[in-house]
């Protein structure tokens, strides 16, 4: 009896080989980064435009194609912005999603509609490179996820809008300018310098504020973390701020504003709702507590909440 062709073993190797290339390009496809070309020139020198997802401003490497996403809130690509320093205004048109943002270079400001990120494993969510500075004054937002902000050595990154379900944690020797309010329920700062200068930060019951926790991601381990309140207030509603984790260098510096543990008397009373300098890491003096002006408020009339000084921990205060 005859084989039928498309039964035969060289037709199904054929089919298999076919569903292996669909399956590696979808896959490669789900993973394109585009570099921002308004000026169709492959990004150099780059210009101001808008980010929307009808206009073919991004090169691939070949050609000029519109930005790709599935939906407003679930990205398959990531953006690079590039070419020479300078002064570029980027109006988002309608809310974009992106695996991740990479700025090369200074002078871009972000500003409209929200951008929404969902960091990899291995790629911040937000990387400016070093020595350079970028704004986001654009709405943030993500789905409740850790969300890496890379900050090269020199860099500056403002962030002058709302973050919405975005749990972040700042990474490298840069500073992070932030001047509005947000509410996360986790945050690490392993950066070089948080400046809070403006903005009501809310910290979530049951969630934790680390400084200094050493965190290793993505090829980068930020050991050093310092957070300075000028001229925000920070309310911590239910656990602890920790400066210190892990072995890292830990910084909490007060100089106008407000930072108020527990005054709200939120959730259940618990003894963790506490300034701890340091935690778990009892080797070696890396955490301080500065406090050259504003107001520093533990606790309330029926819960005085602690600033615990575990051994090696030190607190230095002047005003």
Same mark, same amino acid.
Request: include cysteine; glycine fraction near 14%.
């Given at each position: ?11 199904? @190797? ?8 669909? #399956?590696?390009? %979808? ?16 990004? $150099? ?10 206009? /073919? ?22 953006? @690079?912005? +590039?070419?020479?320093? =300078? ?33 990899? !494993? ?6 400016? %490179? ?12 993500? #789905? $409740? ?7 090269? !050595? ?63 991601? #993505? =090829? ?11 001229? +925000? ?12 984790? +892990? ?11 407000? @930072? ?16 701890? @300098? ?5 080797? /070696?003096?890396? /955490? ?24 090696? #921990?030190?607190? %230095? !205060?002047?005003?």
């Amino acid at each position: 009896m005859r084989q039928h062709p498309k039964n035969s073993p060289v037709a199904f @190797i054929y089919r298999w080989l076919a569903m292996v290339a669909l #399956g590696f390009f %979808a896959t490669s496809a789900s993973a394109q980064v585009l570099t921002w070309d308004p000026s169709s020139n492959g990004g $150099n020198p780059p210009a101001s435009g808008n980010w929307d997802t009808a206009t /073919a401003d991004w090169y691939n490497g070949s050609a000029d194609m519109i930005w790709s996403q599935t939906s407003s809130t679930v990205p398959t690509t990531g953006a @690079i912005f +590039g070419g020479v320093d =300078g002064t570029y205004a980027i109006n988002v048109a309608t809310q974009v999603a992106a695996t991740n943002i990479m700025i090369n270079n200074s002078g871009y400001t972000f500003s409209g509609s929200g951008i929404f990120l969902e960091n990899s !494993a291995s790629t911040p969510g937000i990387n400016v %490179a070093a020595g350079k500075t970028a704004t986001l004054a654009c709405p943030i937002a993500s #789905g $409740n996820n850790a969300n890496y902000f890379l900050v090269g !050595a020199g860099s500056v990154l403002n962030i002058e809008n709302t973050m919405t379900s975005v749990q972040p944690h700042f990474l490298g020797a840069g500073t992070v300018n932030l001047s509005s309010s947000i509410s996360p329920n986790v945050v690490y700062v392993d950066c070089g310098n948080l400046n809070f200068t403006s903005g009501t930060w809310v910290q979530g019951t049951g969630g934790v504020l680390y400084l200094g926790y050493s965190t290793a991601y #993505g =090829g980068t381990t930020s050991t050093t973390g310092a957070l300075t309140v000028n001229g +925000g207030t920070i309310n911590d509603t239910g656990n602890k701020i920790v400066v210190c984790r +892990g072995g890292g260098t830990g910084t909490l510096t007060l100089s106008s504003g407000a @930072i108020n543990v527990w005054t709200a008397g939120i959730g259940t009373v618990s003894p963790n709702a506490i300034i701890s @300098i340091p935690n778990n890491d009892n080797n /070696a003096n890396h /955490a301080s507590l500065v406090v050259n002006g504003g107001v520093l408020t533990m606790g309330n009339s029926s819960y005085a909440a602690a600033i615990e000084l575990m051994p090696g #921990g030190s607190a %230095a !205060a002047s005003q």
